[in-house]
């Protein structure tokens, strides 16, 4: 909230996910509800565009034995977002035209652990052609160069 006041002006918010975390099996509501309380008015009067991190992830083991993770319940239910992403990620990707910038938002998470990169690099391809916007901006939650090499 001290961020938002001493900073007037601000214009949209960037999140690059773990808002909050979904842990082992466990309903943590509670985490969203702390992230909502701690800045719910300044979200509701400024554009949010949110990545989804691995947190936002439920660690699931499947039948054959395997792990798994699925998007977590609370996700979809944060935030209203445009329903015109890459299509097998489509609740986590999506882009957003704000005053001449694109903002294309992957899901990392979903294209390393679920299959999903071909969709998402594809999708972002076409995406970025179909740009008329001067900037174009991808945002994601992992990072690009990582102390924990060599997974860059």
Not at 4 to 25: E, K, S, T
Not at 34 to 52: D, L, S
Not at 124 to 148: E, G, I, M, Y
Request: net charge negative; with cysteine.
């Amino acid at each position: 909230r001290q961020a938002f006041h001493a900073n007037g002006g601000i214009a949209l918010v960037l999140h690059a996910g773990d808002l909050a975390a979904q842990r082992d099996d466990l309903d943590h509501d509670d985490e969203w509800g702390e992230w909502n309380q701690a800045a719910g008015y300044n979200y509701a009067i400024v554009p949010q565009v949110p990545a989804t991190g691995n947190h936002e992830y439920v660690d699931i083991r499947l039948p054959n034995g395997t792990e798994s993770r699925t998007l977590g319940p609370y996700w979809p239910l944060q935030f209203a977002l445009p329903a015109n992403g890459a299509e097998s990620a489509k609740a986590t990707t999506y882009h957003v035209d704000y005053q001449g910038v694109r903002f294309i938002v992957l899901d990392g998470t979903s294209a390393m652990d679920l299959g999903t990169m071909d969709a998402q690099t594809r999708w972002l391809d076409a995406t970025l052609a179909a740009s008329k916007a001067k900037w174009n901006v991808v945002l994601f939650h992992q990072p690009v160069f990582t102390c924990a090499r060599p997974n860059d």
